[in-house]
């Protein structure tokens, strides 16, 4: 339903999205994974068409965001990061606006905005003025106008970011009804946001995809045992390697020790814990115990959380190494408002 292909995007100074390609079957929720400034949102806007690509393509249901691009828009909804609502206008009047606009004709706009009030449980509110529903009110007309048509696909932006947690699961279940007419990319910076609710998760880092896998297998290490990796230093004197293996594979838990790397005065191991096993604890305690220095102990494979951190730093690690790049955060300019 969607395909990327060495998509780039160059914003003057900053390469925002870097060469990523994917492709979304349709009918699945994936989830755009990443930290604020990865490039969630630029790559949102080229396939909804706001911006063209420097490079590479993408097509929707076969159609490409450059040449065709209204056959594109026709397919897609786009809840933006901060919906384009008005907050002067009722909620009805406002959704029968944009389903004229979406070039629904004149005799279908009534039924349709009923139906979308319905299916986004806001018909008890359709006679309000936008400005006076709260937030996650207001989130539920933003993803009723990107229905409005009833497009194939459906990109979300960040949909439960601002909300409070009672909003925040009835967005998610809102979105859950939804995937099986549609095919769903939501973006977000939280990972149990797409534990809950996808399928295919894209991780997506400086512009870079950095995995792509189900959640469940990259959340199935989660329910595995866990792995730990400690660097351990001689405080004074030189290491025993065997001395040092020897010590934690005592560690009450410990299933597998495998040597990782050394370096002048330091080793590193890691440490697979029996299933069920917490071993981190234990761990510190002997090393600590047997005089040495516990430089990093560090569990491995873990949540989708620890592998999101781990791809990251090593991103870092590298960008840092090569030259003194500002950080995304520093280097964040304001948004154009659509
Ligand atoms: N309109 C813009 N002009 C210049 N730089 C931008 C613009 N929009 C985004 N950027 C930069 O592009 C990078 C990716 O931003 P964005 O796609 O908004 O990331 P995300 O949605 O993942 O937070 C960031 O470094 C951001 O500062
Ligand atoms: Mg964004």
Redesign the pocket.
Known sequence: MIKVEGLSKR??R?L?VDNISFEVQKGQIVGFL?P????????MRVLTCFLPPSSGSAQVAGFDVLEQPLEVKKRIGYLPETPPLYPDMEVIEYLTFVAKLKGLSNADVPGRVREVCDRCAISHVSAKLIGKLSKGYRQRVGLAQAILHNPDVLILDEPTSGLDPKQIIETRELIKSLAGDHTIIL?THILSEVEESCEQVIIINQ?KIVAQDTVENLTARLRGSESVSVEIRASGGALNQSDVRQKLEQVAGVGHVVLKDTRDNRVTYEVEGLPGRSIRADLARTIVGAGWDLNELRTVGMSLEDIFLELTAAEKRSARSTDSTPS?DA???Q??KQ
């Open positions: 914003y003057a900053t925002a990443g604020n400034g990865a490039g969630k949102t630029t790559t973006s512009g995304t280097n964040e300019t948004e154009i």
